[in-house]
């Protein structure tokens, strides 16, 4: 059974930083594109960024030049870099590699 884990969130103010985790148990993590969503009380979840096999990156607009997505295959963990973060950003974050979910982790922008 595939096992997906997100860490690295917290509450942080605007304009901070912070580094989300994603480590997955198996073989999937070398097959799979790796794609981090999020979800906000009320609202639907949404994609947030994307990172494949070759490191290829796509972002939501709402985050470009702000998050960076990055990999470490031969560790089976991904990263999201998230910088200057804003009170929109709040929301829990989660990790889907392939069609494996992690139980996600809350980010709270706030000051």
């Known amino acids: 059974q595939v096992q997906v884990v997100e860490s690295g969130g917290g509450l942080v103010q605007p304009g901070g930083s912070l580094r989300l985790s994603c480590a997955a148990s198996g073989s999937i993590f070398s097959i799979c594109t790796v794609a981090w969503h999020r979800q906000a009380p009320g609202k639907q979840r949404e994609l947030v960024a994307s990172?494949?096999?070759?490191?290829?990156?796509n972002y939501a607009d709402s985050v470009k030049g702000r998050f960076a997505a990055s990999r470490d295959n031969a560790k089976n963990t991904a990263h999201l870099q998230m910088n200057s973060l804003k009170p929109e950003d709040t929301a829990v974050y989660y990790c889907?590699?392939?069609?494996?979910w992690g139980q996600g982790t809350q980010v709270t922008v706030s000051s």
């Open positions: 990172i494949t096999l070759r490191s290829n990156t």
């Open positions: 889907k590699i392939c069609s494996a």
